[in-house]
């Protein structure tokens, strides 16, 4: 399977806003970072922002 690239990013967010994330993180037993990714990729595929998902071939599962 192909490693996900992954891209840095700076990202400022008012003090009650990271509180109430860092909460919610806490919440979901996710790291912030890994809250904030959910979030962004909850809403891409409510908006139906993200691209579809290439489903393997039978050769590609075969060699799995």
Excluded: C
Excluded at 40 to 56: C, D, S, V
Aim: glycine share 2%; charged share 40%; hydrophobic share 40%.
């Amino acid at each position: 399977m192909a490693e996900k690239k992954t891209k840095n990013f700076i990202l400022r967010v008012d003090a009650d806003t990271m509180d109430a994330i860092e909460a919610w993180a806490a919440d979901e037993f996710r790291s912030t970072n890994g809250q904030l990714q959910w979030i962004i990729t909850e809403a891409l595929r409510k908006a139906k922002r993200l691209p579809k998902k290439k489903h393997p071939t039978i050769n590609e599962e075969k060699n799995d």
